[in-house]
């Protein structure tokens, strides 16, 4: 699965692809069918391996058939039910309801993309701290409101993109695990109760779901999406911190500025001349588009209506998907943007001492307490860097 117009989109592989989401739509099914059969309720020549009946060939006519219905379980089970046959095609998806099998799928595929994210901020945040011990005491100008300000150095600047970054995987570990959706056709369990004799089975058997496919037990969630925006606003984090990252150093790599450049820049189909910042870009591109997905996925939680919604629950599946796909490819560009970032700190010296008189809050604040001027004006910038690379040290020592 690869987009053309999302340069990168490579990056994200197979996860919350087409492909992911039938296998795990029909691991779910297996999973349900098999423990209905551990019960005791279906019948043991009821049990089967689902999961080797389909293959990326069947993804077209899934999808297509989808239409029909509203959404793509309706015919994969038909699907499934026609390559199974016998008691197996007699039991399974017994119990379960459409949104039952798409939110688990959903859950189990979105867990493997937040997984890719953690490691490549994990990462990130290794190779900012190594940037800042290197570059420590290197000047910089800094700048506010897009213009010189004061003093500063290149490990300030790197530290705020480690905050950035630190902030964004404290986020994405603080999400609660991912839960099991299987409440039945209404949320009540009601099938399964009458499947398996009571609501104490009932509940079993859905907890017992959970454990298999490396989910959380849960009650239904049918129309209680928090799981799905506070995730979706844990990954627009992920790819705030990166927009941050790139917008600097696009900014620091124009050619009057001419601080940082990308160890590949990109070229120009017209202008041979150009070495573009095209990773900055991109992943600007990203932090640009993904807080309207957010909201996309709040606006669906909202209009959440009776026991099941009619549209909001679809227009979270394929946002979802775009918005884990595009933070797993920003984080990962971002990655490559940092292993390969070039400092130039005689341009960033120069720049300083261009800037001219950047003293004049310094000689203020001196007069006012009547205290010689320090030989700098960097104030606690040593120890606000010491601060969050320390912080940045603990969050690594308990990835490990």
């Known amino acids: 699965m690869t987009d053309l117009l999302w340069p990168g989109d490579h990056r994200a592989g197979v996860l919350m692809s087409d492909r992911a989401l039938l296998d795990a739509m029909v691991a779910v099914e297996d999973a349900w069918l098999n423990l209905l059969v551990d019960a005791g309720q279906a019948p043991a020549t009821a049990r089967a391996d689902l999961t080797s009946l389909t293959a990326a060939d069947d993804i077209e006519a899934v999808a297509a058939d989808a239409e029909a219905d509203g959404n793509p379980v309706v015919g994969l089970v038909a699907l499934l039910r026609d390559r199974a046959g016998g008691e197996a095609a007699r039991w399974l998806h017994r119990g379960l309801t459409s949104q039952d099998v798409i939110d688990t799928a959903l859950m189990m595929c979105l867990r493997d993309a937040l997984g890719v994210v953690r490691d490549e901020l994990t990462a990130n945040v290794r190779v900012l701290v190594e940037l800042i011990e290197t570059h420590r005491d290197d000047a910089m100008l800094a700048r506010t409101l897009t213009q010189p300000a004061l003093p500063s150095t290149v490990a300030v600047k790197f530290a705020n993109w480690l905050c950035g970054v630190v902030d964004a995987a404290d986020t994405l570990a603080a999400l ?188 203020v604040m001196s007069e006012l307490v009547g205290r010689a001027p320090r030989s700098d004006y960097l104030g606690a910038a040593g120890h606000l860097v010491d601060a969050i690379v320390r912080r940045a040290r603990r969050q690594l020592k308990e990835t490990m």
Not at 180 to 188: E, L, Y
């Open 176 to 363: 609660p695990p991912l839960p099991v959706q299987a409440g039945g056709a209404a949320g009540t369990l009601a099938a399964a109760t009458e499947l398996l004799g009571s609501p104490d089975a009932a509940v079993t058997v859905t907890d017992a779901l959970a454990e298999a496919l490396g989910l959380v037990p849960a009650r239904p969630w049918h129309t209680t999406r928090a799981i799905v925006t506070r995730t979706g606003d844990a990954l627009i984090g992920c790819c705030d911190a990166c927009g941050h990252i790139a917008a600097d150093v696009a900014t620091g790599s124009r050619s009057e500025i001419g601080e940082f450049a990308e160890g590949t820049g990109g070229g120009s189909s017209t202008m041979p001349h150009k070495h573009n910042p095209v990773l900055s870009v991109l992943i600007r591109r990203a932090a640009l588009t993904a807080p309207a997905l957010g909201a996309t996925l709040h606006a669906a939680s909202a209009a959440s209506v009776d026991e099941r919604s009619d549209g909001g629950w679809h227009a979270e599946w394929a946002t979802l998907r775009t918005l884990a796909r595009r933070t797993v490819v920003a984080v990962r560009q971002t990655g490559d943007l940092l292993a390969d970032l070039h400092l130039d700190a005689e341009r960033a010296r120069a720049n300083l001492a261009a800037a001219g008189d950047l003293l004049a809050e310094q000689r």
